[in-house]
């Protein structure tokens, strides 16, 4: 059973989901794909862990833990995933940055840019899988399901000048 509970963040309210003790989804209630209906309103061991996280971080210091995850995804959305969460706290990279990346772990040559910012937009575990930490080639700020204010918001409370970035003039994430 899906249990979900909501987040009351300094940045917007908050909906997770969770499955059998791990954590299986967090989203920005408005954002691109935060579900209408899903699960019952309930407690989950990771529901309390992944509020403690989201504490800790809204603070703006580093949590020490994560909470158990479950992602559901293809291989290439849940290898994108994992390249997520190696991404350090207070940094950023390309979408480029990880397709090279993921292309090199997987023995290719290229892989393009463009899917892996597919992939990173369908993430499920917003905040905690930091795919705000992604940015454009050219420094702009796009491509978050939250949108974009969000990813700013999220960015500069991690230290990082957001004034080096632009926003995007059009895009599917504003």
Not at 98 to 127: M, T, W, Y
């Amino acid at each position: 059973m899906i249990y979900t509970a909501d987040y009351d963040s300094p940045i917007g309210n908050i909906l997770m989901a969770a499955e059998d003790g791990a954590l299986c989804g967090l989203w920005f209630y408005g954002g691109k794909y935060c579900p209408a209906l899903l699960g019952t309103a309930g407690e989950d061991k990771a529901l309390s862990d992944a509020r403690c996280w989201l504490d800790i971080y809204f603070t703006g210091r580093e949590p020490d833990f994560m909470p158990l995850l479950r992602l559901s995804g293809s291989p290439f959305q849940t290898a994108v995933w994992e390249l997520l969460r190696q991404i350090p706290y207070g940094e950023t990279v390309t979408y480029g940055g990880l397709a090279a990346r993921l292309a090199e772990k997987r023995g290719l040559k290229r892989i393009s840019a463009q899917a892996v910012g597919g992939a990173v937009g369908h993430n499920p575990v917003s905040i905690i899988v930091p795919c705000h930490r992604v940015v454009g080639a050219n420094g702009s700020l796009t491509g978050y399901a939250g949108g974009v204010e969000k990813k700013r918001r999220l960015l500069a409370m991690e230290g990082i000048n957001t004034g080096k970035f632009t926003l995007p003039l059009r895009g599917t994430a504003l």
